[in-house]
RNA sequence: CGAGGUGUAGCUCAGAUGGUAGAGUGCUUGGUUUGGGACCAAGAUGCCGCAGGUUCGAGUCCUGUCACCUCGACCA
C-alpha cells in the first residue's frame, strides 16, 4: 500500500483530553455522529487479523460460521417477547417496511433459533455450535470513548445448542478456554469474571475484562485469592456466599477497583429462548424438548480498541505483530526514491505486507508519522542508504537499528 | 432522563467589559530543502451551530432550539 493512497492524515497536534492513543486515532476514526464512526485503512486491516485469530481458534472447536440477518422482522422477536422490552428502553432501532415493522438487531438470539429450528430437530443433530461475525446496532442511552461503545459496532456472536444441562456446561467451559486463548493470541489480559446477567434469561455468565485506565467497568480484584469480580455482584449476596464457600482465603476488604474494558461475555442460557421461541428437538424417548442454549460474544471493536490504549507510548501506536496492518513501512529520500520502488516491489512480492511512505515530505516527518501509525519494522533509506546501500531497519518496540540487505531484511521482518 | 460544559477556517483553539474576523497547523502555487514533525515568498479559505429578540450596530447581551462532549442513571 501507497502512504499517498491510504486517505489519511496525520495531525501535529492532540486534543485537550485526548489520550495518547487518541492521537493516533484521530488519523483512523471519523466521527460522523455521536457514537457512530467511520474506521480507516489501518484500522480495518487491524480488525481484520484480529477476526482470522477468533475465527481460527473457534474453528478448532469445531464451531461454525453462518451469516445471519440484520433486518429482523417483528414477529421472531414477539415470540421471545423481548420487542416490547428492547423497543420501550429504545434500545433497538426499530422501523416501518412495507410489510410491516422491523428491528435492526441489537442481538442474535431470536435469529439464531429462527435459523436453526427447522435442522436440528433430533438429540442425534445435537450439540451445535455457530456463530457470525457482524455489525450490530444498539441505540444505547451514553455513547463512550470512540471504539469503546457505540451505536453501530462489529460483534462475534455464537449460540451452542445442547440435549441437557450438563453438556451446555461442557460447552460453556469449552468456550471459557477457547476465548482465553483468543485474548491470549491477541496479546491482551482478559480475565474471566462472574457477571449478573438478569437480561439475558439466564444466570450462570462470565465477562472478559481486559484492565485498562479508559475502561467503562469497574472489576473487583482480590489479587492475594485471584479473585476478580463484577461490582454489580456485591447487591447479590447469594452469589458473595457462594465465593467464600468456594474460596476460605477470599475477603471483601481485600477487594480493589480496577477499570477494565468488557471484550467477551459468555452465557448459559438454559431453555428461555428455545421454549418461547419453538425450538425444540426429539430426544431418545421419542419426546419433545426445548434445547439448552449457551450464547459467547466478542465485542471486535472493543477488543481492537483495548489493544490501541494497551500498546502505546509518547510517540503513538505500537501495533503487536499478530494485528499490525502491515509488518513494515519503507521511508526514503528523494534521491532513493527509484531504489525505494524496487524494495517496495520486492518485499510485495514475499507477501509481506508493506507500505510504502511516497509522499513529499521530509525524512524527519515521515520517521514521526511511521512512530505515530506504529508499524512494526520502518525500513530508512536516507543518506547511510546512498552509500553503503543497505537497508536500515528500526524496530518500533525496542527502537533498536540493524543494516541489512535485503535478504536478510525479508528473514527479519516475516517472522 | 438528571447535572455540568462546548459550538468561530479542513483540524486545534483565541477573540475582557458590544464597534471591519484572528492565530497555530493544514491546503494551493513557486523556489530552496530532506536523518527524528524544514525554510522563504505569494495565495485561497468563514451563514461565528440554527431561529428569534434587544441595539444605530451582536461572534460578544437576552430567549428558544439543535448538535456534540464529560459525569451520573442505564446497559447481551
Known amino acids: 500500500m501507497r502512504m499517498s493512497k491510504m486517505g489519511i492524515k496525520t495531525r501535529h497536534h492532540r486534543g485537550q483530553d485526548e489520550a495518547l492513543s487518541q492521537e493516533f486515532q484521530s488519523t483512523q476514526l471519523k466521527r460522523h455522529a455521536a457514537g457512530i ?20 481458534n473457534l474453528e478448532n472447536y469445531e464451531c461454525s460460521e453462518v451469516s445471519l440477518p440484520i433486518i429482523q422482522p417483528k414477529n421472531i422477536w414477539e415470540a421471545s417477547g423481548r420487542w416490547s422490552t428492547y423497543a420501550k428502553s429504545k434500545h433497538m432501532f426499530t422501523f416501518e417496511g412495507r410489510n410491516g ?27 451445535i455450535n455457530i456463530f457470525q461475525i457482524g455489525n450490530k446496532y444498539r441505540d444505547e442511552i451514553r455513547v463512550r470513548g470512540g471504539l469503546l461503545r457505540s451505536k453501530e459496532f462489529l460483534m462475534k456472536d455464537g449460540y451452542s445448542f445442547h440435549a441437557n444441562k450438563e453438556d451446555m456446561v461442557r460447552e460453556y467451559n469449552a468456550m471459557k478456554e477457547c476465548y482465553i486463548k483468543i485474548f491470549s493470541d491477541l496479546g491482551l489480559t482478559a480475565i474471566p469474571v462472574k457477571a449478573v ?41 447469594e452469589m458473595l456466599e457462594e465465593i467464600k ?27 428461555f429462548y428455545s421454549e418461547n421461541m419453538n425450538g425444540y428437538f426429539v430426544n431418545a ?97 536516507g543518506k547511510k542508504y ?15 537499528k540493524s543494516f541489512l540487505n535485503l535478504d536478510e531484511l525479508i528473514k527479519l521482518i516475516s517472522d
Not at 546512498?386 to 533498536?400: D, P
Request: aromatic letters at 8%; one cysteine or more; hydrophobic letters at 35%.
Open 245 to 271: 464457600q468456594n474460596n476460605p482465603e477470599f475477603r471483601i476488604d481485600n477487594l480493589k477497583e480496577v477499570p477494565c474494558i468488557e471484550l467477551g461475555h459468555i452465557f448459559q442460557l438454559g431453555r
Open 37 to 56: 464512526y467511520g474506521m480507516g485503512n489501518l484500522l480495518v486491516r487491524a480488525r481484520n487479523k484480529i477476526i482470522e485469530i477468533i475465527r481460527k
Open 285 to 381: 424417548n421419542g419426546k419433545k424438548e426445548p434445547y439448552f442454549m449457551g450464547c459467547y460474544g466478542i465485542g471486535v471493536n472493543r477488543t481492537l480498541g483495548a489493544i490501541c490504549e494497551n500498546n502505546c507510548d509518547e510517540e503513538g501506536l505500537i501495533w503487536p505483530k499478530s494485528v499490525a496492518p502491515y509488518k513494515c513501512i519503507i521511508i526514503s529520500t528523494p534521491e532513493n526514491s527509484e531504489d525505494s520502488e524496487k524494495i517496495y516491489a520486492d518485499i510485495k512480492f514475499k507477501n509481506i505486507d508493506v507500505v510504502l511512505d511516497d509522499r513529499a515530505d521530509t525524512l524527519g516527518s515521515k520517521i514521526k508519522d511511521a512512530k505515530l501509525l506504529g508499524f512494526p519494522y520502518m525500513i530508512i533509506m
Open 101 to 127: 415493522e422491523y428491528c435492526i438487531a441489537p442481538t442474535g438470539e431470536e435469529i439464531v433459533l429462527d435459523f436453526i429450528r427447522e435442522n436440528i430437530v433430533s438429540y442425534k443433530d445435537l450439540p
Open 197 to 237: 446477567s438478569a437480561d439475558m434469561g439466564g444466570k450462570v455468565s462470565e465477562e472478559f475484562m481486559c484492565p485498562s485506565p479508559v475502561g467503562e467497568d469497574k472489576v473487583l480484584m482480590d489479587e492475594k485469592s485471584g479473585i476478580a469480580l463484577n461490582t454489580e455482584v456485591l447487591e447479590y449476596p
Open 386 to 400: 546512498s552509500k553503503e546501500h543497505l537497508l536500515e531497519v528500526e524496530t518500533r518496540k525496542t527502537g533498536k
